[in-house]
């Protein structure tokens, strides 16, 4: 069975850090693709980043270029999202996904960060 834990939200005033963590099982790591994306109230989804867990080239929204940070440890089937110098306007749940025969996602983890 596919599984995505996301985990890591919380509270931070704006300026600051969180690191969010998605452990993956049921699918083979190591070729698969997962991606993060977040949705504040009243917006749509959106994507923020997005790693090859293949060869662990990444890219960003440009929201976020250069604040935040994907990375992959194979050895735990656990991607990361690294954020740094939040804004008020990353608040929002954000989710973990992953794209196999169909869209698997995890189930939210809230970033709040406070001005």
């Known amino acids: 069975e596919v599984q995505l834990q996301a985990s890591g939200g919380g509270l931070v005033q704006a300026g600051g850090s969180l690191r969010l963590s998605c452990a993956a099982s049921?699918?083979?790591?190591?070729?698969?693709?997962i991606a993060w994306f977040r949705q504040a109230p009243g917006k749509e989804r959106e994507g923020v980043s997005c790693?090859?867990?293949?060869?662990?080239?990444?890219n960003y929204a440009d929201s976020v270029k250069g604040r935040f940070t994907v990375s992959s440890d194979r050895a735990k089937n656990t991607v990361y999202l690294q954020m740094d110098s939040l804004k008020p306007e990353d608040t929002a749940v954000y989710y973990c996904?992953?794209?196999?025969?169909?869209?698997?996602w995890g189930q939210g983890t809230q970033v709040t960060v406070s001005s």
């Open positions: 790693i090859w867990n293949t060869d662990g080239g990444a």
């Open positions: 996904n992953t794209k196999l025969s169909r869209d698997y």
């Open positions: 049921g699918f083979t790591f190591d070729d698969s693709a």
